[in-house]
């Protein structure tokens, strides 16, 4: 019943029975992205971070388009 629970509210349980811990699908996800994209550290941050939020329903632009973006992918694309 507990690993039922930890998944219904967003976290991803440890152990099949009885988990002493739970990691977040968030997280998780963000993880994915990070390793999708990791052959350049800095490059592989951006790409997952747009990966990432794109995933998550946000429109994520290039540094062409005039349209506002999260600070840190700005600083992230401005170090390239």
Known sequence: ???QTLVHHGLFPTA????????????LSFYRALFEHSCDAVNALAAALSTYYTRQ???VMNHKVSVIIPLFVLIVLLTM
């Not at 099949?16 to 997280?27: F, N």
């Open 16 to 27: 099949p029975a009885q988990p002493q811990m739970a990691i977040s699908v968030e997280l």
């Open 57 to 59: 329903g946000f429109r």
């Open 1 to 3: 019943m507990l690993p």
